[in-house]
T-cell receptor, first 112, second 111 residues
Framework: AQSVTQPDIHITVSEGASLELRCNYSYGATPYLFWYVQSPGQGLQLLLKYFSGDTLVQGIKGFEAEFKRSQSSFNLRKPSVHWSDAAEYFC??????????FGPGTRLSVLP | DAMVIQNPRYQVTQFGKPVTLSCSQTLNHNVMYWYQQKSSQAPKLLFHYYDKDFNNEADTPDNFQSRRPNTSFCFLDIRSPGLGDAAMYLCACGEGGQPQHFGDGTRLSIL
């Protein structure tokens, strides 16, 4: 069965520092991979997605993610974090016609 | 402009009193989803519609029902809410098998 793990429950970084959020997946078929962000009291916003092709994916708000098949990973990165990036981040995996699974989420705090 | 609109944003109901949450989308996407999200947890899929085809998750309680009268609207009915049903309910729409656009959710409280 497909699954997604996000090893870090909570990460704290200083504003302006770089960020990497980890995501590992287990999926039998070729995966589609996603990152969502959720600000407090709001719904989820799609940051980026990977279906195929270039393994480095650019998203909104300056985020990028890299698909590494050999490591079953899809880590999210941002070179310089802004205070407004404080939120919950969810990695997810799915495929066309297959179940779509969210990871447990990583809460990001940003220090001024 | 909001593309997935959920009403109301906050809903309070009494234990056992039926409640309906609504969702509308302006994107004309063929798939609509309902998720339940409890505090500090990932969203949990309750069911989804592929056009008019209803797909219920195996572990969704019978207490939860859904209606999709047309492409734009989808409703979540909770027939007899229990205390454990207090949560954020998220509606989403998309094409191709994954939710792409989420509403801001309805936070349901049970008295």
């Amino acid at each position: 069965a497909q699954s997604v793990t996000q090893p870090d429950i909570h990460i704290t970084v200083s504003e302006g520092a770089s960020l990497e959020l980890r995501c590992n997946y287990s999926y039998g078929a070729t995966p589609y991979l996603f990152w969502y962000v959720q600000s407090p009291g709001q719904g989820l916003q799609l940051l980026l997605k990977y279906f195929s092709g270039d393994t480095l994916v650019q998203g909104i708000k300056g985020f990028e993610a890299e698909f590494k098949r050999s490591q079953s990973s899809f880590n999210l990165r941002k070179p310089s974090v802004h205070w407004s990036d404080a939120a919950e981040y969810f990695c997810a995996v799915g495929s066309y016609g297959q179940n779509f699974v969210f990871g447990p989420g990583t809460r990001l705090s940003v220090l001024p | 402009d909001a593309m997935v609109i959920q009403n109301p944003r906050y809903q309070v109901t009494q234990f056992g009193k039926p409640v309906t949450l609504s969702c509308s989308q302006t994107l004309n996407h063929n798939v609509m989803y309902w998720y339940q999200q409890k505090s500090s947890q990932a969203p949990k899929l309750l069911f989804h519609y592929y056009d008019k085809d209803f797909n219920n998750e195996a572990d969704t309680p019978d207490n939860f029902q859904s209606r999709r009268p047309n492409t734009s609207f989808c409703f979540l009915d909770i027939r007899s809410p229990g205390l454990g049903d207090a949560a954020m309910y998220l509606c989403a729409c998309g094409e191709g098998g994954q939710p792409q656009h989420f509403g801001d959710g309805t936070r349901l409280s049970i008295l």
